[in-house]
């Protein structure tokens, strides 16, 4: 099937009102619950598609697949996608460059009409949208809620900092002139999100990209790459012209790469492991045959974060926190608490009333919205099995530690260890599962120096009723999303623009005032009056 689309074709919108995160879902309310679960029907009856690969707005078919699975049943496939090769690499990047040349030259009220109109399909269709969460990455209700959620508010939010930047002016006007300030696009970009956030991250990505006028080569997540190719149906259906978004899920060392080093890469927009973001960013610093810039890199890479308890925090709230952080999506999370740092006087009882808290979350399918649901696969659950191995031998196993057997799905109990030393391989190592390893400290200002003792610096927290200490940490803490007395996960888009420190990224700040800047040029222009 072919598909063609024109800039014309997109709905003009204009933003209404000023930004506000979209709400949060109580599926308390019978009638949301039943809308979950009718969308869950849905969506179950819909497993097992096949999807094309979209280049240039082709359908294209190959012979290699990608089978994205159920990670709560891994017998059931969510989708069947085909698998882009090296051989994809140049007919997406040539159908990313015609698209740019008139991309490029719309105006910024149809590029940001795009995202509204994408933003408001989503919305219409949001608990569809969150069973896809459920089934492909194993999120329970509230989990795939916020995703979908932030999404919205990504798609929202762009569209009007855009619109904000089309507007911006030289500080001055210089006597005897006319001066402008343009914020123009880059080029083609590669956008290769995570699976964990596989809608909000992947799709904040890719709109920030396509509304500052550039045009995208989107390589998902093998993991999942459904969602994603959900939310390019949703562009097409909001009006996106051929060519702009080209959708490629395939292999990162195969497809990734070539892409990641092409001459006519323009910019690589990633989201993942710390091991990759470095190789990208490697690969990109190496100029190519006919390449006439520096590719920029967009690198969100991970964290090992902590949460700072002092002695004269309000422990019941402290341990809350943790456990939330700690535990949300099975750890799964860059932004997850996987270090809880406490000082002495209250060490003991906190480690208690953790392992109390712990014991009260429930694990299952994610479909029948318990607190945890799966880890992603079985690769990601046996090597969390031997981090909880070092664990035992590094300190005291306060809870967890097992695997759940339960339709065959990646199942892992919440695991707290106690008692283990600031420099041990679960204190420095980013694990990216439901482990949470507990440090005693002797002071507020050695909590501290652990806190800042890893080579990341995403996000941390700290709880005190101290207000010198919140001062202190405020300048003090290393982390590029830091919150005083709330827990560490839970960025919300426009109040906490999102990025980390050292080997966590380039500080990127998504969903802040500065992204739409990344993926653009500043061009002055002066005009002798």
Same mark, same amino acid.
């Given at each position: ?144 809620? +916020?995703?979908? $959620?932030?999404? @919205? ?8 900092? &855009?619109?904000?930047? *089309? %507007? /911006? ?83 990162? +060392?195969?497809? $990734?790469?070539? @892409? ?8 690589? &927009?990633?989201?993942? *492991? %710390? /091991? ?254």
């Amino acid at each position: 099937m072919n598909k063609t689309t024109s800039a014309t074709s997109i709905r003009i919108r204009q933003p209404e009102g000023n930004f506000k995160n979209e709400p949060f879902t109580d599926f308390k309310t019978p009638e949301n619950a039943r809308a979950m679960e009718a969308a869950l029907a849905k969506v179950r009856s819909e497993l097992g598609r096949e999807y094309d690969l979209v280049i240039g707005g082709r359908r294209v078919k190959t012979e290699g697949k990608i089978k994205s699975h159920n990670p709560a049943r891994p017998a059931e496939t969510v989708g069947v996608h085909q698998k882009a090769g090296i051989e994809h690499a140049e007919p997406a990047m040539q159908a990313a460059l015609a698209a740019y040349e008139s991309w490029s030259r719309t105006t910024v009220e149809e590029r940001a009409s795009l995202l509204f109109n994408a933003a408001e399909i989503i919305r219409q269709r949001h608990f569809e949208f969150c069973a896809w969460l459920t089934f492909e990455v194993g999120k329970n209700w509230a989990e795939a809620d +916020a995703d979908v $959620g932030e999404t @919205i508010d990504f798609l929202e939010f762009y569209a009007r900092e &855009a619109l904000r930047l *089309s %507007k /911006a002016t030289t500080p001055i006007q210089y006597p005897g002139e006319r001066n402008e300030l343009l914020y123009i696009p880059l080029g083609v970009g590669a956008v290769i999100p995570p699976w964990n956030f596989p809608f909000a991250i992947m799709a904040g990505m890719t709109s920030a990209s396509i509304v500052a006028g550039n045009t995208v080569v989107l390589k998902p997540s093998s993991d999942s790459p459904t969602i994603a190719a959900k939310f390019v149906e949703v562009l097409e259906e909001a009006g996106m012209p051929d060519g702009v978004v080209n959708f490629c899920p395939g292999s990162g +060392a195969t497809f $990734g790469n070539a @892409i990641v080093e092409h001459a006519k890469t323009r910019f690589i &927009a990633f989201t993942g *492991s %710390k /091991a990759v973001g470095l190789d990208i960013h490697e690969r990109a610093a190496r100029t190519k045959p006919g390449q006439i810039w520096i590719k920029r890199t967009i690198l969100e890479m991970g964290g090992k974060d902590s949460i700072l308890v002092c002695a004269d925090a309000d422990v019941d709230a402290a341990v809350d926190a943790v456990v939330a952080a700690a535990f949300g999506f099975s750890g799964q999370k860059c932004s997850a608490c996987s270090r809880a740092i406490v000082e002495a006087p209250v060490y003991d009882v906190f480690v208690e009333r953790v392992r109390e808290g712990v014991a009260k979350l429930t694990v299952g399918d994610p479909a029948k919205n318990p607190n945890m649901g799966p880890v992603i696969s079985k690769a990601a659950l046996e090597q969390m099995l031997e981090y909880i191995e070092t664990g035992k031998k590094e300190g005291r196993l306060v809870a967890g530690g097992k695997v759940v057997d339960i339709d065959g799905g990646h199942f892992l109990e919440p695991t707290v260890f106690a008692d283990i030393a600031p420099d041990a391989v679960i204190s420095q190592e980013e694990i990216f599962g439901p482990v949470l390893a507990i440090i005693k400290v002797a002071s507020f200002d050695e909590g501290l120096k652990v806190a800042n003792n890893t080579e990341y610096g995403l996000t941390g927290a700290i709880y005190s009723s101290d207000r010198d200490k919140l001062n202190i940490a405020r300048n003090e803490f290393h982390v590029g999303n830091l919150y005083l007395n709330r827990k560490c996960t839970g960025a919300m888009v426009g109040a906490h623009p999102f990025g980390g420190f050292n080997m966590s990224g380039t500080d990127s700040k998504a969903g802040g005032p500065d992204y739409l800047y990344l993926f653009t040029q500043a061009k002055s222009v002066a005009e002798k009056l």
